[in-house]
């Protein structure tokens, strides 16, 4: 079973809530039900892909990320552990 559901918003600016919320989602709805479920799967990941890839954080890596979790809580005030 492949669910779809859409949503649209009357929001056209700060001061214009106006918009034909259920015209979009029904035009989001009649272009998404024409797709297989590998497409929309394929298109959503592509989608947030951009979003969510775009930068990365390294802290550092010391022997204490080797360390159970309850011993780096019992050591986190005297051990440099960045993770």
Known sequence: VTLLVS?????????????????????????AGGRTFDDLRGRHVADYQTLFNRTTLDLGRTSAADQPTDVRIAQHNSVNDPQ
């Open 7 to 31: 949503i649209g918003s009357s929001y056209v600016n700060y001061r214009d809530v106006s918009g034909d919320y259920q015209g979009i989602a029904r035009r989001y709805l009649d272009a």
